[in-house]
């Protein structure tokens, strides 16, 4: 058996087809939905990042707003502008690019940023609602991870999902949207000691922990569904994610690729969180 591809770009397509008439319609109502990106400093990936989110927008007929500062900027100032962008009715969206300079509490200027605004999902209050089954916003790789399972038609109720790390911005969101689709789930990590042991149980892998090959075909049940969120780099500088693709294409009966999996569907939920803000606050005019 050979996996079928998950093809994030067809589906961040699709969907980003449905945030511009979404966009169309608020805007022909008055309300043009705003994302202000805020950047801090000169890391170029961040740079990268930065500007595929503000041309995502602007192709959907979003407003955006790209605020650029050296790494001299203090908190203060940083916390100033949140503050700002929070009390903007122009704008329904505000990410922080992280990561943020040295001196710059990242937690605290997450939580600088008003909720109903928090796009990334980063937010406590985010958080909890995701906990607590309220709406909210989620956070973009995750709920985009959950997109591509509705997409190829996999319902995770009554499965057995493995999540392979628990950060707050994947591994433990990722874990929660999954149970609430009814799956029965195990985080695994760095201090899980036989993680083959749990991933040959599973029918959906998530892996995200940034390390390469930590998931080899010997690792996957048989026609398994495998979705890979990390983004690594082989010696040769070619993008890779944390699975064994090649091994583990031939024991899966889907899979991610890297690039052109997760990777597009993160941006697109940010559309999304974006959109769903901007309809939110024009139904509260």
């Given at each position: ?12 397509k ?61 908190e ?130 998530v ?15 048989p ?13 040769e ?10 091994g ?28 769903e ?9």
């Amino acid at each position: 058996m050979t996996a079928q591809l998950i093809d994030g770009n067809a589906l961040s397509k699709q969907l980003r087809a449905e945030v511009a008439t979404r966009a169309a319609a608020l805007t022909a109502r008055g309300v043009k939905p705003g994302l202000a990106v805020v950047l801090v400093g000169e890391n170029p990936a961040s740079q990268v990042y930065v500007r595929n989110k503000v041309k995502a927008c602007e192709d959907a007929g979003m407003h955006s707003v790209l605020e650029k500062y050296a790494d001299t900027m203090t908190e203060a100032e940083l916390l100033a502008r949140v503050d700002a962008l929070n009390n903007d009715p122009s704008i329904h969206g505000i990410l922080v690019q992280l990561p943020l300079p040295k001196g710059i509490d990242a937690h605290k200027v997450i939580e600088a940023i008003a909720p109903e605004k928090d796009v990334d999902g980063f937010h406590v209050a985010s958080a909890g609602a995701l906990m607590v089954g309220q709406e909210g916003f989620k956070p973009c790789t995750p709920y985009g991870c959950m997109k591509m399972l509705e997409f190829i038609g996999v319902d995770p109720k009554g499965k057995h999902a493995v999540v392979i790390g628990r950060s707050n911005i994947v591994g433990k969101p990722m874990a929660m949207l999954l149970l609430q689709a009814n799956a029965t789930v195990t985080v695994c990590h760095s201090a899980t000691p036989d993680l083959a042991h749990f991933t040959r149980q599973a029918d959906i892998v998530v892996a995200a922990v940034g390390k390469r090959n930590v998931l080899t075909a010997d690792m996957v049940k048989p026609g398994a569904v495998v979705l890979d969120v990390g983004m690594n780099r082989t010696e040769e500088g070619k993008l890779c994610g944390d699975v064994d693709f090649d091994g583990v294409k031939e024991v899966a009966s889907w899979i991610t690729p890297v690039p052109g999996g997760v990777g597009p569907m993160t941006i697109t939920m940010l559309l999304v969180n974006t959109i769903e803000s901007a309809e939110r606050a024009a139904a509260a005019r």
